[in-house]
Every structure is written in C-alpha cells, then in structure tokens.
C-alpha cells in the first residue's frame, strides 16, 4: 500500500472515530461538503476561526464567573455564542456541555457553573487535538501528491 | 492502482483520479434568479459558515457583526433579498434589528436564528417582522425551500 493510500485510511478512520466517539456530529460533513477547489482550505479556516473564538469566549467565562457579583446574563451570553459556533460546526459534544452549561446559569449556580466551565475547557481541547491531528494528515495527504 | 478516493475526503481531489468519486452528490442545487443576502451575527464561525453556505446556492451574501452595522447598510441604499439575524447580538439585539429594518420599509424575507430556540424570543422576532425563526445550525434544508421561495 502506497502512502497516499495510508494516508487516505488513516483520514478515513480517524474521521470515523470522531464521528463515532461524538466529537463530531453530520454537521461536520456539511462542512466538509462546503470545501471546494474555489475554497480548497475551508473547513480548516472556519476551524482555526473557531479555535481563536472559543478560547476569547472560555477566557470571557472565567473571568466573568470570577467577578465579585456575578452576572449570570453575561456568563449565558457567552455560552450562548460558543453553543452557536460548536453547533454550527458540528462540534457535538462541546455543544451538549453548552446546553449543561445554560441550565446552571439560568439556576444561577455559581458551583456548577464553575465545574461546567471546567468540563468544557478540557472537553474542547480534546476536540483541538484530534483536529488538529485530522489537519495534519490532510497536510501529509496534499505533500504526498506533490 | 489508483488510490481509492473517497467521496468524503476533501482535499478538492475531484480533478484527479475519480475512482469511487461520487459526483452525484457533488451536483449542487443553485438559486435561478439573482438573489441576495445578508447575514448578521456576531461570532466569526456563524458568519463564515452561514456565508459560505448562502454562496454555495449561488447566493451574493455579505456579512456584518452588529445589528448597527446591518441597520447602516441598508439605510445607504443596499437591499437584500434575505437576511439573517443572530437573536443574541453583541449591542442591539436581533429582535430590534429587525424592526429598524423593516420600519425602513425593506421587504426582504427575515429569518430570525439562534444558538438556544426559546418561544419567547420567537414571539419577539415574529412580532419585530421576521419571517421565521430557527435554531443554528442553517442547513440546506432550511435554506433551499427559502431560495426556491424567492426564486417564484
């Protein structure tokens, strides 16, 4: 078996298993769909806007869930984009801690708010690993033509 | 020999070897009339994504970040033929947005979106003068009855 055709499996499977493990939903797919020789890095540009936009918004989180009074609206707006984008591209499990995540801050819940926030931060930087990884063999795949 | 190519990989691989390259699904619907949009939130990825989308039917669409910004396009004279508004913006909300848009008199087909649906800011929306109102993601099965809607 050639690279290339390593290369393709290894894409292949790793795509299967973030599917199957719920990393990522169908939505990932209209994504990919949406990638085209007119925009050949799309979904890995809308991906890098995501990884800059979550990180500001789980920065906004704490820093809100650190004020002496705590403004729940503002900590639920920010939850609110942050489920927008993760459901926009397919991110399913960070967008069901998101849905966990506004149920605290409507019960104005600072110790689960807190926790939730916890639980997203480390459930998004597996979602960024294994991204990152699936880019790096799309990466690898485009060398191996050349 | 020929590696297997999957319809799924991207990689934009369709120009080379087509084996197992399923084009069926490739056939993209497009709008036939001219038509226009305008997307309006304010979180990057919902912008690229929504855009993207819109363009991919052959749709001219713009986006904007604020309700503001939205308001001061079109009262410079830029018309649309859809516009999509995010319901929780970052200063006036998408509600309000709407109803500054449509006391300008723009007959454009509203379509209210957002992250959490919620019955009340459905009311709020429809009452502002959108059309409908949905929760994100847009997908081609919300957006193609639209195209074909104003295409007639």
């Known amino acids: 078996m050639d690279v290339m055709t390593q290369l393709q499996r290894q894409w292949r499977e790793h795509t299967a298993y973030l599917r199957k493990e719920g990393y990522l939903d169908d939505q990932f797919e209209q994504l990919q769909k949406l990638q085209d020789e ?96 699936l880019f790096k063999l799309e990466q690898q795949i485009r060398a191996a033509v050349v | ?56 039917y052959g749709v001219e669409t713009e986006a904007v970040e604020t309700g503001e910004a939205a308001v001061e396009l079109i009262a410079s004279g830029a018309t649309f033929s859809l516009i999509i508004i995010e319901m929780l913006l970052s200063f006036m909300n998408g509600p309000e947005t709407a109803k500054q848009i449509r006391a300008m008199g723009a007959q454009s087909k509203i379509l209210g979106i957002t992250a959490f649906f919620d019955e009340r800011d459905q009311q709020e929306f429809l009452a502002a003068g959108a059309d409908n109102f949905i929760e994100k993601p847009l997908s081609p099965e919300i957006v193609i009855p639209i195209i074909n809607e104003l295409d007639n």
């Open chain 1, 38 to 133: 007119n925009s050949p890095d799309f979904v890995a540009e809308v991906v890098s806007i995501f990884f800059d936009d979550s990180e500001k918004l789980l920065n906004n989180m704490a820093g809100a869930l650190e004020q002496k009074v705590v403004d729940f609206k503002q900590v639920d707006a920010h939850v609110h984009q942050f489920k927008g984008s993760s459901a926009s591209i397919g991110a399913m499990r960070v967008k069901n801690l998101c849905i966990e995540f506004r149920n605290h801050c409507e019960a104005q819940s600072l110790e689960e708010c807190v926790r939730c926030l916890r639980k997203l931060r480390y459930e998004y930087s597996l979602l960024k690993n294994q991204l990152e990884y």
């Open chain 2, 1 to 56: 020999m020929g590696a297997a190519v999957d319809h799924v990989t991207p990689m934009g691989m369709s120009g080379g070897s087509a084996e197992g390259n399923d084009k069926s699904e490739g056939q993209r619907f497009s709008c036939k009339s001219k038509l226009t949009a305008l997307v309006v939130d304010n979180g990057g990825v919902c912008r690229a994504i929504q855009t993207a989308l819109l363009r991919s």
